[in-house]
T-cell receptor
């Protein structure tokens, strides 16, 4: 069975600090996809990134970066020089190829509430 | 702009009443989903539909029902059989199985409170 664990329930940092959100996953499939979503106070989930299991290259997008390590089944998310607007709940999610690559829905972690204090 | 519209945004219901949450998308997506979000619980899948007139139970389907009569619409009914219906409900859509890895697009959610 697939499972996503986000052990950090809540993180609070001061603006401009770097912060890393952890995500550990379990899957029996060799082909799978990992996602990060952001949920601001408005409630709508916003897609941030998707990676497939064959691509372990780290990715950087502005102040955001992602570290995918199959050896530890982790897909961690780092925000550099955090800003107040980064305050949100962040979800890591997983889908397996046998379930249509997410067409049957994604399995989400419980989320990490990130608070950036000014 | 393409997107997903959920209504109502807030809904109050008395115990024993059924209530229907609306979800409409204009993204021409084949697949649609309903998730429930509770504090500290993440998102849990209620129902999903890959195609019109077909839908499948998710992890927590008991006490809920859906229909998919049109590609654009996937309403969710929270029935009186749902023991603890107070929650935040999110609708999503994606291109479906044929597209490979599916990125889900979400609506803004509906918050249901049972009085």
């Amino acid at each position: 069975a697939q499972k996503v664990t986000q052990a950090q329930t809540e993180i609070s940092v001061v603006e401009k600090e770097d912060v890393t959100l952890d995500c550990v996953y379990e899957t029996r499939d060799t082909t799978y996809y990992l996602f990060w979503y952001k949920q601001p106070p408005s409630g709508e989930l916003v897609f941030l990134i998707r990676r497939n299991s064959f691509d372990e290259q780290n990715e950087i997008s502005g102040r955001y970066s992602w570290n995918f390590q199959k050896s530890t089944s982790s897909f961690n998310f780092t925000i550099t020089a955090s800003q107040v607007v980064d305050s949100a709940v962040y979800f890591c999610a997983l889908s397996e190829a046998y379930s249509g690559g997410g067409a049957d829905g994604l399995t989400f972690g419980k989320g990490t509430h990130l608070i950036i204090q000014p | 702009d393409g997107g997903i519209t959920q209504s109502p945004k807030y809904l109050f219901r008395k115990e024993g009443q059924n209530v229907t949450l609306s979800c409409e998308q204009n993204l021409n997506h084949d697949a649609m989903y309903w998730y429930r979000q509770d504090p500290g619980q993440g998102l849990r899948l209620i129902y999903y539909s890959q195609i019109v007139n077909d839908f499948q139970k998710g992890d927590i389907a008991e006490g809920y029902s859906v229909s998919r009569e049109k590609k654009e619409s996937f309403p969710l009914t929270v029935t009186s059989a749902q023991k603890n219906p107070t929650a935040f409900y999110l609708c999503a859509s994606s291109r479906g199985r044929l597209s490979g890895a599916n990125v889900l697009t979400f609506g803004a959610g509906s918050r249901l409170t049972v009085l």
